[in-house]
């Protein structure tokens, strides 16, 4: 296979998902006026559901490229663990400094740090006065990644890359995220929901849809490879019939009839003009830096500077947690990355 042939834009489009997240979180906390159509053109594209469909792919390809599981693992580990102890570190100094710890008792403390270090994010009842309510509440995600990890060779096992087990499969899937949603909309219970959200179920048929995805490379080669705009723009057409008809087709509250084909947009994005991520990026993903430290900068900007919102707090935001995360690319996460064993195919750094 030839480098152009391996060439895809999956950098950028973690990318372009990160910066949805940090300016929705920003517009939302620090009280940015923007214009209807933009605001839903943006919560069109959540970021959420794009990681979820790009891992799917990237890490099913992956391991079926590692040599064990245990090589798997340690990959997998290597991929969210070195991050995610730095930003975590940046967390517990920048709120000692601008909030104090003083007066927490040791068990808080502890309270707070092992759930997070092992990937379970959590806002302990002392700091819940602190900025926003919550130390870093967009890490829900790393525990369902986590999940994903854990069921994949599981998954892989089951389905045995048989066309109606994986059809079966899905179809439950899809139907558990739409109890989900249910449930998340009947229920009057803000730590019920947050629990639900952060269940394996809830987000499985995402993750799964970039599995098939990948599986099928003759489904990418005929109906999806340098087809994006055809994609994009039916899929914005389809949104409006969604929306017009009374569904949710924002957001990651987006109904899974909304969801599916953005999935497909996803992968069109990746491999139509796929020089751009190699051109634009060479190799560089501050993605998921971005993803960490966006909400610990909202956060400080609402203690310290509590006069300063709108466009220019959003702007600070912006600087900042592009500066935050470059620097958790190039000393931690680039060098952690390194360690992985390289193999063929589809980028190592995933």
Same mark, same amino acid.
């Given at each position: 296979?030839?480098?152009?042939?391996?060439?895809?834009?999956?950098?950028?489009?973690?990318?372009?998902?990160?910066?949805?997240?940090? %300016?929705? /979180?920003?517009?939302? /906390?620090?009280?940015?006026?923007? /214009?209807? %159509?933009?605001?839903? %053109?943006?919560?069109?594209?959540?970021?959420?559901?794009?990681?979820? =469909?790009?891992?799917?792919?990237?890490?099913?390809?992956?391991?079926? #490229?590692?040599?064990?599981?245990?090589?798997?693992?340690?990959? #997998?580990?290597? #991929?969210?663990?070195?991050? %995610?102890?730095?930003?975590?570190?940046?967390?517990?100094?920048?709120?000692?400094?601008?909030?104090?710890?003083?007066?927490? #008792?040791?068990?808080?403390?502890?309270?707070?740090?092992?759930?997070?270090?092992?990937?379970?994010? /959590?806002?302990?009842?002392?700091?819940?006065?602190?900025?926003?309510?919550?130390?870093?509440?967009?890490?829900?995600?790393?525990?369902?990644?986590?999940?994903?990890?854990? =069921?994949?060779?599981?998954?892989l096992l089951v389905l045995q890359r048989s066309g109606w087990r994986w059809g079966v499969g899905f179809v439950f899937c899809l139907a558990a995220s739409f109890v989900y949603l249910w449930m998340v909309r009947e229920s009057d219970s803000k730590a019920w929901s947050n629990v639900l959200l952060r269940l394996l179920p809830s987000w499985l048929y995402m993750f799964m849809l970039g599995m098939i995805l990948e599986w099928r490379a003759d489904w990418k080669e005929r109906f999806v490879r340098d087809r994006f705009f055809v994609w994009a723009g039916a899929y914005l057409v389809w949104i409006v019939l969604l929306q017009a008809a009374g569904f949710t087709t924002v957001g990651n509250a987006a109904t899974p009839l909304a969801l599916i084909p953005l999935a497909a947009v996803v992968i069109a994005a990746a491999y139509s003009y796929r020089s751009l991520a190699t051109r634009w990026l060479r190799g560089h993903d501050i993605s998921y830096g971005m993803y960490l430290y966006h909400m610990p900068i909202v956060n400080l900007i609402v203690v310290l500077a509590p006069g300063l919102r709108g466009p220019s707090a959003l702007v600070a935001c912006i600087v900042a947690t592009v500066s935050l995360a470059s620097v958790s690319w190039w000393l931690v996460e680039r060098p952690a990355l390194r360690l992985k064993p390289t193999s063929k195919g589809l980028q190592t750094a995933y």
């Open positions: 296979m030839d480098a152009h042939a391996r060439q895809n834009n999956f950098d950028l489009i973690r990318l372009v998902a990160a910066g949805q997240v940090v %300016l929705w /979180h920003g517009i939302e /906390h620090l009280k940015v006026e923007v /214009h209807p %159509l933009l605001l839903w %053109l943006l919560g069109s594209f959540p970021g959420v559901p794009i990681f979820f =469909v790009v891992s799917g792919y990237l890490v099913s390809a992956s391991y079926r #490229r590692s040599r064990s599981v245990g090589t798997y693992f340690a990959n #997998r580990g290597l #991929r969210i663990f070195p991050g %995610l102890w730095l930003c975590f570190a940046f967390c517990f100094i920048s709120i000692a400094w601008s909030y104090g710890l003083a007066g927490a #008792r040791w068990q808080d403390l502890v309270s707070w740090v092992l759930p997070n270090v092992v990937g379970l994010s /959590h806002t302990p009842a002392f700091l819940k006065s602190f900025g926003t309510g919550s130390v870093n509440g967009s890490l829900w995600t790393i525990p369902v990644e986590l999940q994903f990890y854990v =069921v994949l060779p599981l998954l």
